[in-house]
């Protein structure tokens, strides 16, 4: 609804930011932190936005006064499954999770959940740099916190 009221104004920039990852595994309402700490995940793609490489485009956005409805996510979806075999690829090798499916999920969630792929084409054609969803989690999130074994 907001949305709708603020698309009638010239000077305004509207983010649609959907499950929001940074590099801080320890923040509790980072989406990693989330999942990793779940029973059970559902293994659905979905778009999400990786805050370490995306902020600060938000920041030369309104530098570059631009405005409008933004998919402020990184191009591409990826599964929680993925997420959660870099996160046991990366950080811990003992890490194990189990998967549901959604109507199993349905019946432990209080609210029901959306899973899709917002186009970020928009996005990318203004910042031709921006990277895969994949390859930001590699670059912004995972390889700065990889544990290395000790010698």
């Known amino acids: 609804m907001v949305e709708?009221?603020?698309k009638n104004y010239e000077n305004v920039c509207t983010l649609r930011v959907?499950?929001?990852i940074s590099s801080d595994l320890s923040n509790p309402?980072?989406?990693i932190t989330k999942i990793?700490?779940?029973?059970?995940v559902v293994n659905i793609p979905n778009s999400m936005t990786i805050l370490d490489e995306l902020l600060p485009i938000s920041i030369e956005m309104a530098k570059r006064n631009l405005t409008g409805i933004w998919n402020f996510t990184n191009p591409g979806v990826v599964s929680h499954n993925e997420i959660l075999e870099m996160y046991r690829d990366y950080?811990?090798?003992s890490f194990?999770?189990?998967?549901f499916n959604l109507a199993e999920?349905?019946?432990?969630?209080?609210?029901?959940?959306s899973n899709n792929e917002l186009d970020a084409t928009k996005l990318k054609n203004e910042f031709p740099e921006l990277?895969?969803?994949?390859?930001?989690?590699?670059?912004?999130v995972f390889e700065p916190n990889k544990k290395t074994s000790a010698a």
């Open 96 to 99: 194990t999770w189990k998967n």
């Open 105 to 113: 999920q349905a019946k432990v969630i209080v609210a029901p959940r």
């Open 18 to 20: 959907r499950m929001p």
């Open 131 to 140: 990277l895969s969803i994949k390859e930001s989690l590699i670059k912004y």
């Open 91 to 93: 950080i811990d090798p």
């Open 36 to 40: 990793a700490r779940y029973d059970k």
């Open 29 to 31: 309402r980072n989406f």
């Open 4 to 6: 709708e009221l603020l």
